[in-house]
C-alpha cells in the first residue's frame, strides 16, 4: 500500500502554510551570506544574516569595523551581489538581477548616501544641478527637474545654497545636498554609509534631522550604517550586527507620563534567527566566564542558560 500523499493532498499543504518569511517587509534578507575571495583565502562577510525592514522604518546598523555592515549595506544599493541567500529591497530580487536590471535599481528604487561628502556630489555641478542630474537620466522633463530641486533642497535646509558648487560649501552642506539628490527620482529605499562620520556633532545632527525628514515626510524606507552614537540612539530601531549576522535590536517607543510629557522608552532585545541561533552579549558570557558549550532547560515561560562546570575540576 503506497502511503505516499497524492497532488490534492500536497497543494492542501501548501495552501495551509504560513505567510512567507518577510512577506510584507520591505527589506528582506534571509540566511544571507556574502564570502569574498582574496590571494586564495575564503573571507566570510556575511553568514546566514537575518533582517526584515518594515517600509516607511528608520533603522540604524551598528557594529564593530568587519562586522559585516557595510558589507549588507552595498548588497541592499545594488553595489555587492550575495553569495547565496534572499536579499530583496521594495520587491526587487537581488539575486537574481542583470546588469541593466541592478542599474535600472540602482537608479529608480534605491538612493545613497556616502560617509565621503567628495563621493556625493559632483564638483563642477550646483547644487541644484546635482539634484537635477539624477532625474535628467531618469527623462525627466526640465521645468519638472528644477522644481523638484528647489523643493528638495528648500527640504534638506539648504534651498539658500542652490547656486553654489560643493566646494564653496560645508561639509554639512554638501551632506544635506546629497541626500537631496538620493531621494530626486522618488526612490523607495534610501541608504546611507556613515553619513555624518566626517562632522562634527552639531552639524552631524543637522544631517540626521535632514535624514529624518526625508524619512517622514517622503515616506521613504532608511537604513543607516553609524558609529555615531547620537544617530544610533535617535531611531526607532537599532539593529546591532556581529560576525556577519544580527545579534541584538534596540526598540524605542514614545509614551507620556502623568503630566503628558513624552518619554522615549528604549528596550534591548538578542535577536533569534530563523536557524534558532542567539548570539548572547559578550560582556554577559564573559562575566559567567561562559566558553564552548552552556547547558540549557526550557521553562514555563522562558529559557535557562547556566555555563558548563562539568570540567572544573579538571581545568
Known amino acids: 500500500m503506497n502511503d505516499a500523499p497524492d497532488l490534492a493532498e500536497l497543494e492542501r499543504r501548501a495552501a495551509g502554510r504560513g505567510p512567507e518569511y518577510g512577506e510584507k517587509a520591505h527589506i528582506v534578507c534571509d540566511n544571507l551570506v556574502r564570502i569574498y575571495q582574496t590571494e586564495g583565502v575564503e573571507v566570510i562577510a556575511l553568514q546566514g544574516l537575518d533582517l526584515l525592514v518594515g517600509e516607511g522604518e528608520m533603522v540604524a546598523l551598528v557594529g564593530a569595523s568587519g562586522s559585516g555592515k557595510s558589507t549588507l549595506l552595498n548588497i541592499l544599493a545594488g553595489l555587492d551581489v550575495p553569495t547565496a541567500g534572499v536579499a530583496r529591497v521594495a520587491g526587487a530580487d537581488l539575486l537574481d538581477m542583470s546588469g541593466r536590471d541592478r542599474l535600472r535599481f540602482r537608479r529608480e528604487l534605491v538612493g545613497f548616501v556616502w560617509q565621503q561628502t567628495a563621493r556625493n556630489l559632483l564638483p563642477y555641478l550646483t547644487a541644484a544641478e546635482n539634484v537635477e542630474m539624477p532625474m535628467r537620466f531618469a527623462g525627466v522633463g526640465r521645468r519638472e527637474r528644477r522644481a523638484r530641486a528647489a523643493e528638495l533642497l528648500d527640504l534638506m535646509g539648504v534651498g539658500d545654497r542652490a547656486a553654489a558648487r560643493p566646494g564653496e560649501m560645508s561639509g554639512g552642506e554638501q551632506q544635506r545636498t546629497a541626500i537631496a539628490v538620493a531621494v530626486a527620482n522618488r526612490p523607495k529605499v534610501v541608504l546611507a554609509d556613515e553619513p555624518t562620520g566626517e562632522l562634527d556633532t552639531a552639524t552631524g545632527a543637522q544631517v540626521f534631522a535632514a535624514l529624518r525628514r526625508a524619512n517622514r515626510e517622503l515616506g ?48 534591548e532585545y538578542a535577536v533569534l534567527d530563523r536557524a534558532g541561533r542567539l548570539q548572547l552579549p559578550r560582556e554577559f558570557t564573559s562575566a559567567l566566564e561562559m566558553r564552548d558549550r552552556v547547558r540549557l532547560a526550557l521553562e514555563t515561560d522562558h529559557i535557562g542558560v547556566w555555563p558548563d562546570r562539568s570540567n572544573d575540576d579538571h581545568r
Open 220 to 267: 521613504v524606507t532608511t537604513v543607516i550604517v553609524t558609529h555615531d552614537p547620537d544617530v544610533a540612539g535617535s531611531v526607532d530601531r537599532t539593529v546591532g550586527i556581529r560576525d556577519g549576522r544580527t545579534s541584538s535590536e534596540i526598540l524605542r517607543r514614545t509614551t507620556r507620563d502623568a503630566s503628558g510629557r513624552e518619554e522615549v522608552i528604549a528596550e
